[in-house]
């Protein structure tokens, strides 16, 4: 078994694009064999959360410190957005007409190029990569073939996401991997696979058969891809679990829309030489489940010189854990909890759009609830899941074809923005997607606005059922990697796979060590893999020489510095973001006494 692949260098020049084919010619370029050029999609300027589209894009940038920034086939409004955040001089609008001007490789330019098609673009452009080629595209087919790895890793990409295939040629030209373009997966049968998952130990189940016939079909997903001997495989798809199909070879998944981009430059930057480790963590344990593995885990992580901080039972409530999942500095949090769809709510709003059109949209709706400093007011999270548009189910993407949307769904937001009321409310057992944490006081929603104070850290949720969704949120708040699970594990089962992944398996890549420790679980020749790897493959849970508690204290430091800039610019307002404004930073203040105190503090003198 090949288990070491190491982590590429970074380029030091970065595409934003939403143009795939471009975006395909300049990384053909820029490319120097063992350097990751990264590429990541503009902006997307019709959302209501458009600046922090820009912004998220713009921290990226901070992480891989390139020396310059390409925009390339952006829309005005997308291009303009991103000159505004970064520094002068540094970002440059190219078309195609400046390709060649920017080859980094002789080769290329003495090279002919290859002819390719509009089609599979990835495998086109990892083959003119590795023939040190520039790739031009023309009005034909594509031919049907794969590329070959040199490593002994190889990456499946779904098809669906041109832009997308672009990146996996890229990370797989890094990574010296070969490429493999599978069929677009179908929509519905996406999520019927999934919670097929969700519900495979229900009552009536026979959980080995579903397994079987899970595993059969998900392979059957992937037919005509060859597997590399004693290789390890990452999977970019629309975001099924093939890695759990091909338990003989350690696999990590990346989600191919939104931000793929943006989720390998948080693995690859984190791995580069002189990057700090995982040095502080945090474990989570409301003690709603028997946890055995994190008495464990403490032990273990603290032996590895690790700074460990614990929240258990009453300690573990959701304002607590919210808090500190977006502001405290940590680099690895450990969860051991319940998880699962939560009870709630479906509410139908009927309105009268910008365009004159008579809308009914019915929403699914679940709650998280924490307290705040008034004991007359909670924070309320809410997952939102729609449900249907004018009576067209919105999981249906055949129906949907033909559904207007218009303006809709920006006219119901406003309408919830403004207090506008449901006219029918009705409670369901069960909001799907809402995947509710259970903390000591109440089930935690997490939707993460950020994580451990802007970092990257990695997740390990050791929470039934904990994988999917939640990889989503949390990858897409910037966690670098993220193990969760598909289904049901036992008490046994989590303990013995976290002591692993902490101790025997400590330092190998994070796929690895989850492959490696499930078959010593479960044994080599079943299908029992409930836990499932997100993000880049290279990355490794790793300690580095450092003196944490003033580490810790520095970034405190400069989180309470931003939000109490932000509350003074909010004046006099009384608004309810000025409130968690201030919870924020009094948040922190309170962390910065406490941890001069305990750690920083010179110990009293006795007479």
């Given at each position: 078994m090949r288990m070491h692949l190491f982590c590429p260098a970074l380029g030091r020049t970065a595409i934003i694009s939403d143009d795939p084919h471009l975006a395909a010619r300049l990384s053909a370029a820029l490319a120097c064999y063992g350097e990751y050029v990264a590429v990541i999609d503009g902006p997307r300027m019709a959302r209501d959360d458009h600046i922090a589209e820009a912004l998220r894009r713009n921290n990226a940038l901070a992480r891989l410190q390139p020396t310059k920034t390409l925009l390339a086939g952006l829309p005005t409004e997308a291009a303009a957005a991103m000159l505004e955040l970064l520094p002068e001089n540094h970002a440059c609008e190219v078309t195609d007409a400046g390709v060649m001007a920017l080859v980094q490789n002789a080769n290329i330019e003495r090279n002919s190029p290859l002819q390719w098609g509009r089609d599979r673009i990835g495998i086109g452009l990892l083959k003119a990569l590795y023939e040190e080629r520039m790739i031009e595209f023309v009005d034909a087919p594509s031919p049907l073939e794969t590329i070959p790895s040199k490593s002994g890793h190889l990456v499946i990409c779904e098809a669906g996401e041109p832009l997308s295939e672009v990146i996996a040629a890229n990370y797989a030209y890094a990574l010296k991997a070969g490429l493999c373009v599978m069929g677009e997966t179908d929509e519905i049968e996406r999520k019927n696979l999934l919670e097929e998952y969700y519900s495979i130990d229900a009552p009536g189940k026979n959980p080995g058969e579903a397994r079987n016939r899970l595993q059969a079909r998900l392979r059957q997903l992937c037919k005509g891809v060859e597997l590399p001997q004693n290789g390890s495989l990452t999977f970019i798809t629309a975001g099924l679990p093939f890695g759990a199909a091909f338990p003989e070879l350690p696999a990590t998944h990346l989600i191919q829309y939104p931000d793929l981009g943006i989720a390998i430059i948080n693995g690859f930057a984190a791995e580069q030489k002189g990057h700090r480790g995982t040095n502080v963590a945090v474990l989570v344990d409301p003690q709603k489940v028997e946890a055995p593995e994190m008495a464990a885990a403490s032990r273990t992580l603290s032996g590895r010189r690790i700074f460990v901080r614990g929240y258990e039972g009453a300690g573990a409530t959701v304002r607590r854990i919210n808090d500190m999942i977006d502001l405290y500095p940590y680099d690895l949090l450990i969860f051991a909890t319940h998880c699962g769809d939560a009870p709630g709510y479906r509410w139908t709003y009927e309105f009268t759009d910008r365009e004159g059109l008579v809308r009914t949209l019915v929403v699914d709706i679940a709650v998280g609830v924490a307290d705040t400093d008034d004991p007359k007011v909670l924070r309320v999270a809410q997952f939102m899941r729609f449900h249907s548009l004018d009576g067209v189910d919105w999981t249906d993407p055949v129906a949907k074809a033909d559904l207007y949307v218009g303006t809709a769904i920006r006219d119901f937001m406003e309408l919830r923005l403004s207090d506008g009321k449901p006219t029918q409310r009705e409670n369901i057992p069960r909001v799907i997607g809402s995947a509710a944490m259970a903390m000591a006081d109440n089930n935690m929603i997490a939707m993460p606005r950020s994580l451990a104070a802007e970092g990257t850290p990695i997740i390990i949720n050791n929470a039934c059922v904990s994988w999917h969704e939640l990889a989503l949120r949390f990858t897409f708040a910037n966690a670098r990697a993220y193990i969760g699970t598909l289904y049901p594990v036992s008490n046994a089962e989590a303990e013995a796979i976290v002591v692993r992944l902490l101790d025997k398996f400590f330092g190998k890549p994070l796929a690895y060590a989850v492959w490696a420790a499930q078959n010593a679980v479960y044994g080599r020749g079943g299908n029992r893999r409930p836990?499932?790897?997100?993000?880049?493959?290279?990355?490794?849970?790793?300690?580095?020489?450092?003196?944490?508690?003033?580490?810790?204290?520095?970034?405190?430091?400069?989180?309470?510095?931003?939000?109490?800039?932000?509350?003074?610019?909010?004046g006099s307002d009384e608004s309810r973001l000025k409130k968690d404004i201030q919870a924020f930073v009094t948040y922190c203040r309170q962390e910065i006494t406490g941890l001069i105190d305990r750690w920083l503090s010179p110990p009293s003198s006795q007479a």
């Open positions: 836990y499932m790897v997100t993000g880049v493959y290279p990355q490794r849970l790793r300690v580095t020489r450092e003196d944490v508690p003033r580490w810790i204290l520095s970034r405190l430091r400069r989180e309470e510095r931003a939000w109490t800039a932000r509350l003074n610019a909010t």
